[in-house]
Nanobody, 117 residues
Framework: QVQLLESGGGLVQAGGSLRLSCVAS????????MYWYRQHPGKERELVAK???????TYADAVNGRFIISRDNAKSSIYLQMNSLSPEDTAVYYC???????????WGQGTQVTVFS
C-alpha cells in the first residue's frame, strides 16, 4: 500500500522559513516524478514545484527563487525548503508521486502552512 506522509507545516511570521518533508512508503521513489502542490482556501490545487529523477527541477513563478525542492531516494523522501514566506503562501501543501512508467498517481494528506504578517 502506497502512502505519502507530509510534515513540517506550521505557523510562521512573514519573511521566515519552513521546511516541508514528504516520506513515501510502498513504492520505489527513484521510479517516480515528485511534486509539491498547494491549495489556498476556496481555490483549486496548484503546482508549486516538481523534481524528476535524477533531479531536474521546475517551479511555479510565484515561488521561483524562494522555494527549493529536493529529493533523497535513499530516504524515500522529498523536501520543500520555503524561504521569504509571505501571507500569500498560506495554504495546505500536498506531496504527489507520479510513476515514470505505467499507472500510479498518489497524493499525501497535506500539511497546513500559515504565514502571518
Amino acid at each position: 500500500q502506497v502512502q505519502l506522509l507530509e510534515s513540517g507545516g506550521g505557523l510562521v511570521q512573514a519573511g521566515g522559513s519552513l521546511r516541508l518533508s514528504c516520506v513515501a512508503s510502498g513504492l520505489r521513489l527513484s521510479m517516480y516524478e515528485m511534486y509539491w502542490y498547494r491549495q489556498h482556501p476556496g481555490k483549486e490545487r496548484e503546482l508549486v514545484a516538481k523534481i524528476s529523477n535524477p533531479g531536474a527541477k521546475t517551479y511555479a513563478d510565484a515561488v521561483n527563487g524562494r522555494f527549493i525542492i529536493s529529493r533523497d531516494n535513499a530516504k524515500s523522501s522529498i523536501y520543500l525548503q520555503m524561504n521569504s514566506l509571505s501571507p500569500e503562501d498560506t495554504a495546505v501543501y500536498y506531496c504527489k508521486a507520479v510513476a515514470r512508467m505505467g499507472p500510479g498517481v498518489y497524493w499525501g494528506q497535506g500539511t497546513q502552512v500559515t504565514v502571518f504578517s
